[in-house]
């Protein structure tokens, strides 16, 4: 059915010689790619020397792209710039982008449109705050964020990408949703997802949750029938957790 995926958001964090660390301790373990999917998004200036010590099994990921491939954007990097490093995948709108940096849904849709242009692997993230939830408008804020996100791509394109549902009061906050929050909204997403483009891709389209995963919780999120992997912050920067968390997808 779907392959299950880690990915480790390192944020603003590492520096080249902690990276290399990390990867040294990290890459040969990684469990057979047949199996689950890691990755590593890192800052842009580390690509390379990741990339050259990725190992066989882990996937190297960017946090952020420009909506422009090339041209007058100083401080931007451009998807086409991440493809000639050989960088598999992106985030795409996550909240500390649009919350910190303001971007909104029509920006994560024109960068969307400009990795699935590049032949990157978009992970495209989603998720209330905390206000949003106990006013009951959780799912209004996904349909929108999605809806929005989604303008124009095609179900053949939706083949390709990776949905990230990351409630904002659950992300460095040590505050997890429960397994159960977490199942109910990523099941409310593949249903809107099946709405928009039908069962085929509702059912193949993988959906991680995100949000203070930790060795101590994945277990039990990642038992959840509509959950298909993480998006890990925090608990990614130590290699140990990162090799059991992906150990623990690998049993789902
Ligand atoms: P966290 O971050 O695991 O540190 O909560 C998750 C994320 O921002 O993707």
């Not at 490093?85 to 449109?113: C, M, P, Q, W």
């Not at 429960?178 to 891709?201: D, H, N, P, W």
């Not at 949000?211 to 038992?223: C, F, L, M, Q, W």
């Not at 298909?228 to 140990?240: F, K, M, T, V």
Request: some cysteine.
């Amino acid at each position: 059915m779907r392959k299950p995926i880690i990915a480790g958001n390192w944020k603003m964090f590492k520096t080249r010689d902690e990276a290399i660390e990390f990867m040294y301790q990290v890459s040969e373990s990684m469990p057979s790619n047949q199996l689950v999917d890691s990755v590593i998004c890192a800052q842009a200036p580390m690509m390379r020397c990741l990339i050259k010590r990725q190992g066989q099994n882990l996937r190297i990921g960017a946090q952020n792209l420009c909506y422009e491939d090339q041209g007058a954007y100083t401080g931007e990097i451009s998807g086409q710039l991440l493809k000639s490093y050989n960088v598999d995948y992106v985030i795409i709108g996550h909240s500390e982008r649009r919350n910190i940096f303001g971007e909104t849904d029509e920006t994560v849709n024109k960068k969307l449109k400009a990795a699935l242009r590049n032949e990157l692997l978009p992970i495209v993230c989603v998720g209330e705050h905390l206000e949003e939830r106990e006013n009951n408008l959780t799912n209004k804020v996904l349909t929108k964020q999605i809806k929005g996100a989604f303008a124009d791509i095609s179900a053949i394109e939706m083949e390709n990408i990776v949905l990230a549902y990351e409630p904002i009061w659950a992300i460095g906050t040590g505050k997890t949703a429960t397994a159960e929050q977490a199942e109910e909204s990523c099941a409310f997403i593949r249903k809107l997802i099946k709405e928009m483009y039908g069962l085929v891709v509702a059912d193949q389209i993988r959906i991680q949750y995100g949000g203070s995963v930790k060795p101590a919780n994945i277990d039990e999120i990642i038992a959840k029938e509509n959950i298909d992997g993480a998006l890990i912050g925090g608990a990614s920067l130590d290699p140990e957790k990162f090799i059991y968390m992906v150990n623990a997808a690998v049993k789902k």
